[in-house]
């Protein structure tokens, strides 16, 4: 079997890795760690390192973070209370904690999104965990981020703090429902997308009747998106990732 692609999902709750193959199917187990608080970056590549040494050959890298990733650098990393991660390279530091390996990094909901698109209209993936994050795609070709989550939805609450996991854990989740309901809502009237994909920890506790524009996705995609990243028409000179169009994955949404 030739070397797969080592996949890396950072959230604020847990740290998850696998091997895949090229079209996102897992080689091997995945593992899960939780996320220490706070999460410096030499921490994380400690906590990595120990997550991935049993795994098999891997050629490749995919890393989904959640924050502002541009060009392999971190801008933002809210939930991982650190302010060392401003401006630090991850793909770079990745890359060499693991044997040199080239790095493909992506914002953790962008990358989630690349196994759920069916690569027709314009599709929204909304991330429901930590906090709430979102990947937007035409015609599966993933558009500029946007931090939705930290753009105020009601009063002074941001999409993080008002449907976010503490907040779920506060109001419960009857008002949660309500609240996500209301979310949907207005990224209909803000984008008008074609479909939205639940994804995240929390799409499990999602219990509206939901359009038949919106589904839940697997919660592995967060994982065998990093097959899709690495499926580029275009490449930057440094073998970075650029916006471009993929061939759909493995993962299935249910309604």
Same mark, same amino acid.
């Given at each position: 079997?030739?070397?797969? #692609? !080592? ?20 080689q ?7 996320t220490?608080?706070?999460?410096p ?21 995919a ?12 801008? =933002?990393?809210?939930?991982?209370? @650190?302010?060392?991660? #401003? ?17 493909? %990094? ?15 209209? %314009? ?12 990947? !937007?795609?035409?015609?599966?070709? !993933? ?27 506060? #109001? ?17 009237i ?8 639940l994804?995240?920890?929390? @799409?499990?506790?999602?219990? %509206? ?15 065998e ?16 990732? =650029?916006? =471009?169009?993929? =061939? ?8």
């Amino acid at each position: 079997m030739k070397p797969g #692609i !080592l996949a890396i999902d950072i959230g604020g709750t847990g740290l998850k890795a696998t091997v895949i193959d090229d079209r996102g199917h897992m080689q091997v187990e995945r593992v899960r760690v939780a996320t220490p608080h706070p999460c410096p970056p030499a921490l994380l590549l400690e906590k990595l390192r120990e997550m991935v040494a049993p795994f098999p050959d891997y050629d490749r890298i995919a890393i989904g973070f959640p924050g502002v990733v541009r060009k392999g650098h971190v801008y =933002t990393a809210a939930h991982l209370e @650190s302010q060392e991660w #401003i401006g630090y390279d991850l793909a770079g530091a990745v890359s060499q904690a693991l044997g040199g390996k080239p790095v493909r %990094l992506l914002n953790d909901a962008d990358l989630q999104g690349l196994a759920l698109i069916s690569g027709h209209g %314009l599709e929204l993936v909304m991330t429901l965990g930590t906090g709430v994050g979102t990947g !937007l795609y035409r015609d599966g070709e !993933l558009m500029p981020h946007m931090e939705i989550a930290h753009h105020p939805i009601h009063k002074n609450k941001t999409y993080d703090e008002y449907l976010g996991e503490a907040e779920r854990k506060k #109001i419960g989740r009857k008002r949660w429902n309500k609240r996500l309901a209301r979310a949907l809502e207005l990224m209909d009237i803000l984008l008008r997308p074609d479909h939205i994909y639940l994804g995240g920890g929390n @799409s499990a506790r999602v219990d %509206l009747k939901l359009d038949k524009h919106v589904s839940i996705g697997s919660n592995d995609a967060g994982l065998e998106g990093g097959a899709f990243v690495w499926k580029t028409d275009r490449q930057s000179a440094a073998g970075k990732p =650029t916006a =471009t169009k993929v =061939t759909r994955g493995s993962s299935k949404a249910r309604k």
